[in-house]
C-alpha cells in the first residue's frame, strides 16, 4: 500500500472525479438509446428495457450500471457459477439483445451461439478491453 496526496492507494488505482465520470455515464446511455441497444419487451403487464452485465467489479461495471439507470433500464447480472444452460434460460426470459462483457465472457457467449443458445444477443459489448483480440472480433461479426 502507498500514498498519495489524496490518501491511501490499494494497489493499481486511478481516481476520476465526478464530472468525468457523469460525462461518461450520459455518452454510454444516450448511445445505448440511439443505437436501439435495448429494445422494450412486455413482461408482467409492463414494459421492461434489460441490458446484461457480465464481468468482475471494475469501474466499467459500475458506469454501465449507472448508465442504465439513465433511462429506467434493469440490468441483468451474470456469474461465474452459471453454466450456459443457465446464462440461456435468463437470456430467453428476459428477452435481451446486449451484452456489456469482459473478453473471457464474450468468447462464452460466442461459443454459446454456436451451440445454438445466445440466439437473442445481437450486442456484445467489451469492457476493460485495452486490445481487441483479432480472432474474436472476426468471430463476433461472423
Known amino acids: 500500500m502507498g500514498t ?3 490518501g491511501p492507494v490499494f494497489g493499481d488505482f486511478q481516481f476520476e472525479d465526478y464530472r468525468t465520470v457523469n460525462s ?5 446511455a444516450t448511445g445505448m438509446m440511439s443505437l436501439k441497444m435495448c ?3 412486455e413482461g408482467d403487464g409492463k414494459m421492461w428495457r434489460f441490458v446484461g452485465l457480465w464481468s468482475q467489479n471494475r469501474p466499467e461495471w459500475a458506469k454501465t450500471l449507472l448508465a442504465c439507470m439513465h433511462y429506467n ?3 441483468v447480472g451474470f456469474y461465474d457459477a452459471m453454466g450456459a444452460s443457465q446464462v440461456d434460460y435468463i437470456l430467453n426470459q428476459t428477452e435481451l439483445t446486449t451484452v456489456f ?3 473471457n465472457y464474450a468468447k ?3 461459443e454459446m451461439q454456436e451451440q445454438g443458445m445466445a440466439h437473442r444477443i445481437k450486442n456484445v459489448v467489451l469492457i476493460g478491453v485495452e486490445s481487441i483480440d483479432a480472432a474474436l472480433t472476426q468471430k463476433g461479426e461472423a
Open 108 to 110: 462464452k457467449i460466442l
Open 39 to 41: 429494445p422494450e419487451v
Open 73 to 75: 433500464m434493469t440490468t
Open 4 to 6: 498519495n496526496d489524496k
Open 24 to 28: 461518461d455515464i450520459e455518452n454510454l
Open 101 to 103: 462483457c469482459t473478453a
